[in-house]
């Protein structure tokens, strides 16, 4: 007698939340980085005009935070577990950043608040859908 086939759904982990969460901001977020560079320089620096630069940046990490986004939700197995590490040192680095800008002066203290906030609840929700079993099989 024939095995039966199971489901896709019945042979892969589920993912936990923090992972679509996390996913769902780096695409949000990526998504008005490519798109509406200028909005998000706005909300740093409201007192002079987008800076050529600070555009490039917000578009080149916005494509970059759209793909690893899409990688949350595409990758499974060892490769989904690698991008988690990767995204922890990638949020912890930006929070790291935030940080620093806040405590030298370089951002307004509630926008430092606010991006600092906003990074190390990125950093919380890698590191929880890594330590939550996100190794969803293949």
């Given at each position: 007698?024939?095995?039966?086939?199971?489901?896709?759904?019945?042979?892969?982990?589920?993912?936990?939340?923090?992972?679509?969460?996390?996913?769902?901001?780096?695409?949000?977020?990526?998504?008005?980085?490519?798109?509406?560079?200028?909005l998000?320089?706005?909300?740093?620096d409201?007192?002079?005009?987008p800076?050529?630069?600070?555009?490039?940046?917000?578009?080149?990490?916005?494509?970059?935070?759209?793909?690893?986004?899409?990688?949350?939700?595409?990758?499974?197995?060892?490769?989904?577990?690698?991008?988690?590490?990767?995204?922890?040192?990638?949020?912890?680095?930006?929070?790291?950043?935030?940080?620093?800008?806040?405590?030298?002066?370089?951002?307004?203290?509630?926008?430092?608040?606010?991006?600092?906030?906003?990074?190390?609840?990125?950093?919380?929700?890698?590191?929880?859908a890594?330590?939550?079993?996100?190794?969803?099989?293949?």
């Open positions: 007698m024939p095995k039966k086939r199971a489901s896709a759904a019945a042979t892969s982990t589920p993912r936990p939340a923090a992972l679509y969460g996390l996913a769902g901001i780096r695409l949000l977020n990526g998504a008005a980085g490519l798109i509406a560079p200028a998000l320089i706005d909300r740093l409201r007192e002079s005009e800076n050529p630069a600070a555009v490039y940046a917000f578009r080149l990490f916005g494509i970059r935070t759209i793909l690893l986004g899409l990688d949350l939700l595409t990758n499974r197995g060892e490769r989904l577990e690698q991008d988690l590490r990767e995204g922890v040192l990638i949020h912890a680095s930006d929070t790291l950043t935030a940080a620093m800008l806040g405590i030298k002066g370089l951002l307004p203290p509630r926008t430092a608040a606010m991006t600092t906030l906003i990074s190390a609840t990125n950093t919380a929700l890698a590191v929880s890594l330590g939550n079993g996100a190794k969803g099989k293949k």
